[in-house]
């Protein structure tokens, strides 16, 4: 007797659901595409209890014919390939025709449909739990509407898995953010419990898409992106926000790739690694990257959800976003457009959030006295200081010769100071006097900027020091491929290292400011930046290598100096190129002008 047989088509769509339907938001993900797809311009959408109960979408699409209609909800069932091969040129955000039986196979679903020059009455299909129950003629209106009710009321162990209404309505808010912001040419809408909360215009104009979804407050935070590669046949349009716009998770960050919302960790680390030298690593910057490429470079057929995509090349992607996210940073050089606008009266209330991973974290701030768990204090506020901002835009200088020392055009910074210093507060902060006012110079971050400063001036090997005993390190078999590739990289940035057994690696040389201690510790952020990178340039190695141990070399915030200490620190500081920021962008000396004094204390108007 046979012991295999095929599952009936019923069965098979309940299986199928638990790819493709995992929670409301699934199932609005998959009709609203089937709307764009049917080249609605009105999309709305309508929730209660978070989808679980009902979900209605609506649209001004082509509709369906009614034997179209009642072939939909069949499996494998799609208008819109018919070969494999099409696949490669695929434009239509589905293919799979797997969504509409999948989803009517695990709820209470009916379809009424209409087409444009159909002169006839809509079509109604009803399907309960994978079962057709109804199909009939109906009133009905151009287009489609689709109704989900009572979501997984037939595999009760799947609903127990969903969380609570609040949750899965905030689900189906984020993915309508991303999919309104991938068609800014359709309006929007989204009824959550009776109340509307969420339109867009569908004028086309993605910033108007943006303030309609983020508040109008975003406006004046957002910078166009542009790029174009014709070699790599990749562009890259949308909108990115200012270093001081972040938020603390990935929400705020929709990734578009041929006008499909995907997730992508290549994607996602670029936009980390060219943000990175510009604000400290507590948040997350909003960006709206829509990024056009060959369709034959990408496979779409790699996720149920078709949340992710195979790009034939990664690394290309990879650098393409990275650089035109840097060169939109670096362009943004005007004291109005990459910090936000600094109003004096927030200075009280600001805080600055050092990055919780540097050796200045756990130190108390000067502002807030409490700078490690404010992860989101940086978020949407307002840099305080003009000589911050100043200090934001020299770090364009900063990108874009890391390595060369000129100095840099900024009046403000030419080494006119001599400063003299008052006093340490919390071992952390030096408070001096200038001719021009109060500075407020943040010891660590000022010894770092010294030390980048000095050893970018080495155009050769970075210099090293002999280990009188050599360090062995373990090391697995994809770093030791990075190592052997980079031998020579690694040798110029001041190690010595070699292989002498199958997974040791021998350190002989360390760059001279290295501590012992940091030896393996040091070499494992190299590894881990080459990894992230994917290929990094030299260049960007050597930054990101000095950077790394100007860090580890540079007094720590605890360290008492003494009054020659700080005088010595500050008159090296004020010779540096960039003496505002330290190499990872953030500020190594804040300045308060007498100004700026009167007006905290309240002795001049606004
Ligand atoms: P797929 O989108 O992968 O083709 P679906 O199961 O989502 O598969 O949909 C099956 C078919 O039903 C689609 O190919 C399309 O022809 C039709 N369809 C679904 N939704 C709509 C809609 N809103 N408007 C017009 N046609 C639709
Ligand atoms: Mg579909």
Redesign the pocket.
Known sequence: MNIIHVLDENTANKIAAGEVVERPSSIVK?LVE??I??QSLHIEVEIADGGISFIRIT?D????SPA?AKL?ILRH????ISLAEDLSTIHSL????????SIAAVSRFSLT?RQHDNESLATYVEVAGGITTDIREAGGNVG?TIVVKDLFFNTPARKKFLKTPATEGSHINDILVKLALSYPNIAFKLINNTRLVLSTPGNDQISDTLTNLYGQKVAPDILPISYSNIIDSISISGYLGKPTLLKSSRQWQTIIVNSRVINSRAISKALDNAYHSLLPKSGYPLAVLNITVNTETIDVNVHPQKSEIKFSDEQKVFRAVYKAVTQVLSAAHTPGQLAASAELKNITNHSYTPSSRDSYAGQPSLYTGSPTHATSSWQEQPLPLTTARIAMQQEEVFWEAPLVTENTNCDQLEPQFSLQPLGQVENCYIISRGPDGLYIIDQHAAHERILYDRMSQQTDRIAAQQLLVPVFMDCDAAEITIITDYHDTFYNLGFSLDLVGPSTMRISELPSDIPLAEAENSIRQILEFIQNMHNPTPQELRHNCLQMTACKAAIKAGDPLNMRQMQALISELCNTNLPYTCPHGRPAMIRFSPHDLDKMFKRTGF
């Open positions: 998959e089937n709307s797809d049917a649209d699409g082509s509709g369906m179209d939909a069932a799609t208008s819109k589905g293919f799979r025709g797997e969504a509409l039986p449909t489609t």
